[in-house]
């Protein structure tokens, strides 16, 4: 059984930073491809980041690309999102993702377990 628990959710005004862990245990964490989703209220979950299992590959969502940065400490079983320069827009509930096996992925049907996600509030 494979646990993913995200936090370091929070809510700051437009500009700030924060950074987002998730924390995985219950298999070898370097097994897995991990991603960044998010959901705003009335629309579709999409991926704004992923990491491939050892953390040398690593892709971003056209909105967030140079203002976050996804990264992986294999010794920690930890994934991180580090969101900078936040906006109005990047208001939703982030959820961290794990993808046992292949290469990772930013599409949701890719990712196979799913942490229970932390609200991420940006006030204008």
């Known amino acids: 059984q494979v646990q993913l628990v995200d936090s370091g959710g929070g809510l700051v005004q437009a500009g700030a930073s924060l950074r987002l862990s998730c924390v995985v245990s219950g298999r070898p964490f370097s097994n897995y491809a991990m991603g960044w989703f998010r959901q705003a209220p009335g629309k579709e979950r999409e991926c704004v980041a992923a990491?491939?299992?050892?953390?040398?590959?690593?892709a971003y969502a056209v909105s967030v690309k140079g203002r976050y940065t996804i990264s992986r400490d294999n010794a920690k079983n930890t994934v991180f999102l580090q969101m900078n320069s936040l906006k109005a827009e990047d208001t939703a509930v982030y959820y961290c993702a794990a993808r046992s096996g292949g290469y990772f992925a930013t599409y949701l049907n890719a990712y196979d377990y799913w942490g229970q996600g932390t609200q991420v509030t940006v006030s204008s």
């Open positions: 990491v491939s299992r050892s953390g040398g590959n690593t």
